[in-house]
């Protein structure tokens, strides 16, 4: 038992480290390396995509509630019909975020939606892809590079001209 807790307290202490690097140590090599312009907007976009996370209403805590409170009743045609009912309902809800925010991405020009200020409609699109996940073709990988290149050719010019 004690090992266990020792090895939860050890995963939670090596989380909060990634964490740590995260939010502090990645920020600021970002706003050195992007400019304060160009990390606004991908924050401003990284939080936009965030926001899909609310679309499941939060039913895993219902659904989590459910299975619990059927295990430990032993009732096991219950159980198995709540696993059936939310599989069911995540994949639907699933289906349906993930297509309105593809559809979302194609026809809209984020830079003029969320106010961005450095990136350009192709930047914005591929950067808004691959925060929601839908980056699952070459072509939209390949734009997200081409959006890094572009920043990263655009900062060097800036440092010469200095």
Do not use: C
Request: proline share 1%; glycine share 12%; no cysteine.
């Amino acid at each position: 038992m004690l090992r266990r807790v020792a090895a939860s307290l050890g995963v939670q202490i090596a989380t909060l480290g990634v964490s740590f690097a995260d939010r502090f140590v990645l920020v600021g090599i970002l706003l050195r390396a992007w400019g304060t312009d160009r990390y606004a907007d991908w924050a401003t976009l990284a939080a936009a995509a965030g926001l899909i996370t609310l679309g499941e209403l939060g039913l895993n805590v219902y659904f989590g509630n459910a299975w619990q409170n059927a295990h430990a009743e032993g009732d096991e045609k219950r159980f198995r019909r709540l696993i059936g009912l939310s599989l069911t309902a995540y994949a639907v809800i699933g289906a349906s975020i993930a297509g309105l925010s593809l559809l979302f991405v194609a026809l809209v020009d984020p830079g003029a939606v969320f106010s961005l200020k450095a990136m350009g409609r192709g930047e914005g699109q591929g950067a808004l892809r691959v925060s929601i996940g839908a980056a699952t073709t070459a072509s939209d990988i390949e734009l997200f590079q081409k959006a890094l290149a572009g920043i990263a050719s655009r900062r060097a010019g800036r440092n010469e001209a200095a």
